[in-house]
Structures are given as C-alpha cells and as structure tokens.
C-alpha cells in the first residue's frame, strides 16, 4: 500500500502497523516514535549548520571540504539503495522497458515538472494492467487482520481534499516561488522516498535559498539518522526559517509537516480502502509496473545528486574516489554508514590541510 501512495513509505507502514492494532490512536503513536527522534535530531543539526553556513560554503575551506566528502557518501548511498531496488522490483524485459525507460524521461526532462513523475508510475502501471508480467497472480492476498481505523467515508473525503489540495499547490508553485511551498509540493506528488524526493528539493531549493554543500552533507547525515529521510525537512526548514527571518520553530514544523503530512494523511485514508484494493485484479495486474517506474525515478536521481556533487567539488576526482570506496565499505564491508561518514569527513579535512600548507 505504501508503495503506492506519495510519502516515505517507512513512515507510512509505522503509521499503518499501529493503525490495524488500535485505530487512529494506535497509528499517531506508532508513527511518530518513528518519526520524532529523528526529527529532533535533524533540528538541532539543522542549527549547528545555520550557525557555521559561511565556512562551509566558503570554497576550499576545511568545513567546506568536509562537507563536500561527507557529500559523496551520500551519493554512495543513494546509488546503493536504487541498485538494491532494481535487483528486488525490476524482473523481466517489461518491467526492465519501463523501469528505465521512466529513468530516461526524468533525465531528459531535470528538473522535471512535479506533474511527470505520477504520470510515469500511472503509465506504468496501465502498460503492466493491459500486458500482465509473467509472474502476475501467482501471489495471493491474505485476508487482512486488525482495524482500519477509519470509515470508508470519511477516507474517501481525505481523499477528495488531497486532490483538491494537490490543484492548488500546482496552480501556487507556478506563481509562488517562496521556499515552504516545494515542501507541500513533493509532499504531494513524489513517490519512491528519500532518493526521489531529496533531489527534487535540490532542484528547487538551491541555490537560492540554500548552498549545493549544505544540501548535499544534509543527505548523509540523514541517512546517519533513526527514522526516514525525509525528516531532514527538518534540517533544511529550521536554517531556511532562522535565515529568512521566520520564527524557527514555525519555519521547522510547516517544512516537516509540508513533506511529510500528505503521505501519512493518505495513510490513514488508504487503510480502510486497502482491504477491496488489493484484491482487484486490474491493480494487482498494474502493481509490478507501478513498482517498476517508482524504480526509475529513482534511478535518474543518482545522476542528479553526482552531477551536483561533481560541479561543486573542490576536488573531483576525491570526491569520486571517496563516493566509490564509501560503496564498497557499506555494501560489501557491511561497515556503519557513521563511521564511513566520519572516515570521508577526515579525507576532506586532510586534503584541505594539505593545499592551506
């Protein structure tokens, strides 16, 4: 169900695993111990880095090399969860056509229009519902257990005012160019997590409103940190808000509720609509191929996180070097990322001394 809704799909299976043992209660709790550790942690990092935001966009300094090779393990690790993604969903000539193929267009297309990619996954899943893969239907629902937390009016009304949500915040990102909207904005219509939605915010957000270093050591750090990626809203909203004046707390919780408020309110409403979903035969025949494209979409993001990280580098051949070797320790090492993370941040620190001497 996750899969198939916009939002960070750890989050939303957090929400729902507590919503099928006590209703509405039982999701808001299980969800946001999920959530509110990491989200406090990114606040506070977020304030760290407001407050040292000069050294590190300062080229070539030590803070500024720092955070460039603390970059480059978060390129590292966007390439090693999409590869592990393609190697599990994508299975078979169709699915690889359309995974890739929906890779392609969002390339072709960067930054990509917020409309493009629930285009790709829907057409996806309508080749997928007319030309059934080969292993279709060989796996069976299971009647579900537990609650659903809500009725099935009121979650066809959450549904209703998303859509009529999502209109508007297409019409007012089009006249709007203020940095809370991109928040609802991917919010709303990104599917595929933090790998797909962490770019599209780069695309948006910077440089305008926040340095390519900032954004790009943001990633790593949260995928240091418990919890999904997207809690690293919080890390951009409070150096946004204490950078444009705006109270941070507000500033904080409008950036981490903009991202992350549609997919859990989607949540709550798939719930009791799931039950019939799942065993429709056109969705059940479409599901593969929505997969699949979800897929590309994140495979076009490893090139627009290396094509950022390559520009800015102040050493490039380091930062790819550091971006390799940081894949190899934590997909064949099996080392923790905060160690490779701290072990790349020493790498950039080393080579700034080095050219200061």
Request: neutral net charge; proline residues 7%; glycine residues 12%.
């Amino acid at each position: 169900m996750a899969n198939c809704l916009p939002g960070p799909s750890s989050t939303q299976v957090a929400f729902a695993i507590g919503i099928t043992q006590q209703g509405v209660k039982g999701g808001l709790t299980s969800g946001l111990m999920f959530l509110l550790p990491g989200l406090f942690l990114m606040t506070g990092i977020g304030f760290g880095f407001h407050l040292i935001k000069d050294q590190v966009d300062t080229p070539r300094s030590a803070a500024n090399s720092v955070a460039i090779a603390c970059s480059a393990v978060g390129v590292a690790l966007v390439f090693g969860a999409v590869t592990g993604l393609v190697k599990k969903v994508v299975q078979g000539k169709l699915l690889g056509a359309i995974c890739f193929t929906s890779a392609a267009a969002c390339v072709i297309t960067s930054p990509q229009p917020a409309w493009l990619n629930p285009a790709l996954i829907l057409l996806g899943g309508a080749i997928c519902a007319v030309f059934p893969p080969t292993k279709d239907g060989q796996e069976q629902s299971t009647p579900p257990a537990g609650k659903t937390g809500l009725s099935t009016a009121a979650a066809v009304a959450i549904f209703v005012i998303y859509i009529l949500g999502a209109a508007w915040t297409l019409y007012d990102s089009a006249v709007d160019h203020g940095w809370l909207i991109p928040f609802l904005t991917a919010g709303m219509f990104v599917w595929g997590g933090g790998p797909v939605v962490l770019p599209m915010l780069m695309t948006v957000l910077t440089p305008t409103w926040i340095s390519h270093p900032i954004f790009l050591t943001g990633i790593a750090i949260a995928e240091m940190m418990p919890g999904p990626v997207f809690n690293m809203s919080a890390f951009l909203g409070v150096q946004l808000a204490l950078a444009n004046g705006f109270p941070w707390p507000a500033g904080t919780l409008l950036a981490w509720a903009g991202l992350m408020g549609p997919g859990i309110v989607l949540t709550f409403g798939a719930m009791p609509l799931w039950v019939q979903l799942r065993n429709f035969k056109v969705y059940s025949h479409a599901l593969p191929g929505l997969n699949a494209a979800a897929v590309g979409l994140l495979v076009s993001t490893i090139f627009t996180v290396f094509d950022a990280l390559e520009a800015r580098s102040p050493w490039p051949a380091g930062s790819r070097a550091i971006a390799l070797c940081s894949y190899a320790a934590i997909e064949f090492a099996k080392a923790d990322v905060p160690v490779v993370v701290l072990v790349a941040g020493l790498a950039g620190l080393i080579w700034s001394l080095t050219q200061q001497g």
